[in-house]
Each structure stands twice: as C-alpha cells, then as structure tokens.
C-alpha cells in the first residue's frame, strides 16, 4: 500500500456538542482503536486524549480521541486507492489504517472517522480494490464482462496488502462467473463468502442470437 501522512491532535472535549462545534471548525472527530491490549488495573499514565476501554477478563484498550482537518484527509478519503497512514500524534509516528467513515446523509460530508493502529505484526482486515486484466473467451464469444465487486475483503499484515487485487480473466467463458473461492493470492485471506460473485461474462442478444442459430444449424 502507498504511505497517507497526517497530522492528528489530541481532543478531550468529547460529545455531541463539542463534535458539532468541531465541525463547524471545518474539523473532524476521529478515534484510533487497535491498541496494545493491556493487563488491568493499569499503573501507567494516559496521555491528552487517550482512554481506557475494559474488553473484559481483566483487560483494556487505550483508544485515542483524535481530530483533523478536512483539508488533511481530502486526499485520503476522496480517492479509489487505499492507503497505510503514517499518522503524527502526541509528537510520535504511529501507523493505522482507515477503518471506517461516516459522511452526512444529505450534505456528504465527513462526520467522523474511525482509525485502527496496525504493526507488522498482526493482521488486519481492509477492503481492497478489483482490478480485472486480460480479454475473456466469453468476450470474444460476444459476451459482456461485469464486474460484481469493485472491492473485496482481505485480511493480511498491513505491509502485504496491495494497493489492488489483479484478477485474469481470460478463461472466463461465455454465461460464466468469477467466485471468491476460485480466487487464491499469496499472503492474503479473501473474507467475503466463498460463493460471492466478483465478475462474470454475460450472454448478450447478439451472442443468445448466434447460439440459437448455431443450435438450429444442427
């Protein structure tokens, strides 16, 4: 994946009201999960903006409660590719991936966002990119080729994950289809059900036309 740098700082005003006056600063509210899971009670000191999240038998989380600015993720969110972010908080570089992203259901635009810490340790899961490549048989055949899934779900570690998934498709035939379970890649795991159709080539008239006269032609 390609490296998205940003700058984040700590928020400590939390709520609806101090997110709302965050937004009308051209601002966004944003959480990085995915921390070092901790053993409780915990002695340590939380710096500006983190909290401790217990998760049950006897351990926590420290989330950081973060903000932008628009202008800082345009670039991030507004694109077909993905990207490993190299985000600067608290003076330190931490790396993350975006997790999730809430827009405005009228206005479109960025209400808050979601961030999960990665390492090259542990894996993660993120939706990456289609990629088709190739001239099916079934193209040939007089066939349409669709794609079903512009993305698909991959679980890997951050630094092994592709800034696209390439799929050849020329032994595609004619009225035939492309599933999940049919798909291998190094170092990936494909999350989506095995039976998900990624692409398929379609019969059109042209192509129905030219069967029926090939059947009748027997």
């Not at 993120?126 to 349409?144: D, Q, R, T």
């Amino acid at each position: 994946m390609k490296t998205f740098q940003l700058t984040a700082e700590p928020r400590t005003d939390l709520g609806k009201k101090a997110a709302k006056a965050l937004r009308k600063e051209n601002k966004i509210p944003v959480v990085l999960n995915g921390g070092e899971i901790i053993t409780l009670p915990y002695n340590g000191t939380l710096r500006e903006g983190e909290k401790l999240v217990e998760i049950g038998n006897g351990k926590g989380l420290i989330t950081t409660d973060l903000f932008v600015t628009n202008e800082a993720v345009r670039n991030l969110v507004y694109t077909p590719d993905i990207f490993a972010i190299e985000l600067n908080v608290h003076g330190e570089k931490r790396m993350a991936v975006l997790k999730d992203i809430q827009f405005h259901p009228v206005k479109d635009t960025i209400l808050h966002m979601d961030l999960l810490e990665v390492n090259d340790s542990k894996p993660v899961t993120v939706e990456v990119p289609v990629k088709l490549e190739g001239h099916a048989e079934g193209v040939k055949a007089g066939g349409k080729l669709t794609l079903s899934m512009k993305k698909i779900r991959v679980k890997a570690l951050y630094t092994q994950i592709p800034e696209r998934v390439v799929i050849n498709v020329d032994n595609l035939g004619l009225g035939k289809t492309l599933q999940i379970g049919e798909l291998h890649f190094d170092n990936l795991e494909l999350m989506n059900a095995k039976n998900a159709v990624v692409c398929a080539v379609q019969l059109t008239r042209a192509a129905r036309g030219a069967q029926a006269a090939a059947a009748a032609g027997k």
